[in-house]
């Protein structure tokens, strides 16, 4: 079992930066592949980023360039670094681990973002 635990979601200004931390407990962390995806009001979940055991990346278009996703073993947490934040990045931000990329067993309780001036 995995427990995730999000943190560092507010409100920011159009053009600002968030970090988004997920702390992870209760089993070998370095195993699984992680995760971020958000939920805007009305639409479905979307993939944000993932990172990999090994530390391979991927992000969403929509995010490419201003988002980054990486890992520390050591502390079992993962983060996301928001840069350059539109109001289209307004969301439910959600952390998730699993075994691989895609096979996804855990998720957190999911952290609010809102971009706005």
């Known amino acids: 079992q995995v427990q995730l635990v999000e943190s560092g979601g507010g409100l920011v200004q159009p053009g600002g930066s968030l970090r988004l931390s997920c702390a992870a407990s209760?089993?070998?962390?370095?195993?699984?592949?992680m995760g971020w995806y958000r939920q805007a009001p009305g639409k479905q979940r979307e993939l944000v980023a993932t990172?990999?055991?090994?530390?391979?990346?991927n992000y969403a278009d929509s995010v490419k360039g201003r988002f980054g996703i990486s890992r520390d073993n050591a502390k079992m947490t993962v983060y996301l670094q928001m840069n350059s934040l539109k109001p289209e990045d307004t969301a439910v931000y959600y952390c998730?681990?699993?075994?691989?990329?895609?096979?996804?067993?855990?998720w957190g309780q999911g952290t609010q973002v809102t971009v706005s001036s």
């Open positions: 998730n681990a699993g075994p691989d990329v895609g096979q996804w067993s855990y």
């Open positions: 209760g089993s070998i962390f370095s195993i699984y592949a």
């Open positions: 990172i990999t055991n090994g530390g391979r990346t």
